[in-house]
């Protein structure tokens, strides 16, 4: 293990990170609308939305997020739609995300219960105002432990985008091998540099959990 070779290498790692950290914000936060959108579009029953949207998380759900990849980045060019890498990347980390966040976000809403919901229909709630009042403020507190968990299973998938050339940490610390043959020290750095995000966002996020827990969200 060199720490000078390590020391070197840094700046590439920070531009690494720093991208890292913004695609996964990008991705996250449009995983969070689609699968709320989703989850409620389900939840109503909206005739044909529902069918189409039980049809995008089955497909999301069961494709690999390297597929979904090579078939935005490869095979839409052929037809004439040319999407960068990075753009492609966000896109697909929305299309896998927001299927995962659906499904978390239908099991905290469905968790309200049925009795507040027939009750807001009883006073004249409309759709969106039953959504909005009733279903979300308590659905979403329900959901946050699976909100939790897409988060940071959708961070560690930004490690795929290495097969289209995007410059992430995990394809920093490739190159890097491949160059200078160090595993290593860059393979080190990479670990360390997950960690850096994933274990104080991992703490935050057991926290919140708990305070959902406990009753206390929101004191």
Do not use: C
């Amino acid at each position: 293990m060199s720490w000078p070779i390590i020391q070197q290498s840094l700046p590439m790692f920070a531009k690494g990170f720093e991208l890292t950290l913004w695609l996964s914000f990008i991705g996250i936060l449009g995983s969070i609308i689609v699968g709320i959108v989703v989850s409620m579009v389900r939840l109503f029953k909206i005739p044909v939305l529902h069918q189409l949207a039980s049809i995008y998380v089955e497909v999301s759900r069961n494709t690999p997020l390297l597929i979904q990849l090579f078939f935005l980045y490869y095979a839409f060019p052929v037809i004439g739609i040319k999407l960068g890498a990075e753009l492609s990347g966000i896109i697909g980390l929305i299309f896998l995300g927001g299927s995962y966040m659906a499904e978390g976000f239908s099991g905290g809403f469905n968790g309200v219960p049925k009795s507040q919901v027939e009750s807001g229909k009883a006073i004249g709630l409309s759709r969106f105002q039953l959504a909005r009042f009733v279903i979300f403020p308590q659905g979403f507190s329900k959901s946050v432990p699976a909100l939790a968990a897409n988060i940071i299973f959708l961070i560690k998938e930004t490690s795929i985008f290495t097969v289209i050339a995007i410059p992430e940490l995990t394809n920093t610390a490739l190159d890097l091998i491949g160059m200078y043959y160090r595993s290593n020290e860059y393979l080190f750095v990479l670990v360390v540099a997950y960690a850096i995000i994933l274990i104080p966002l991992s703490v935050i996020l057991t926290y919140l959990e708990k305070r959902v827990r406990y009753g206390t969200f929101g004191n």
